[in-house]
């Protein structure tokens, strides 16, 4: 089983995201911590959908914000993210 440590996004804008981003970590290993700094993301709701990496069994996704399924820490600071259908940031926490 892969193990994911931190993850930083730092200085980094992105318009006409189809979405913010989508972080899926394993039941049995989640993501340690995904962190996010001075992060502007601006999301195109008409933007094709798309299918996350390695993710068949999750619904096609778009225009929709930063989803974070099974990770320990969610850091974000100074985050921005506009445009989406719904919640900004959805974070499901590891157990």
């Known amino acids: 089983t892969p193990r994911v440590g ?3 996004f730092r200085d980094v804008k992105a318009e006409g995201a189809t979405c913010a981003g989508y972080v899926l970590g394993l039941p049995e290993r989640p993501v340690e911590q995904i962190c996010l700094e001075r992060v502007k993301i601006t999301v195109d709701p ?10 068949d069994s999750v619904p096609r996704l778009r225009g929709v914000g930063l989803i974070a399924e099974n990770t320990a820490v969610l850091t974000l600071r100074d985050v921005t993210i506009e445009g989406m259908n719904g ?9």
Do not use: F, H, L, R
């Open 87 to 95: 919640e900004a940031v959805t974070w499901t926490p590891a157990e």
């Open 46 to 55: 008409s933007a094709p959908a798309i299918q996350p990496a390695m993710s």
């Open 6 to 8: 931190t993850v930083t």
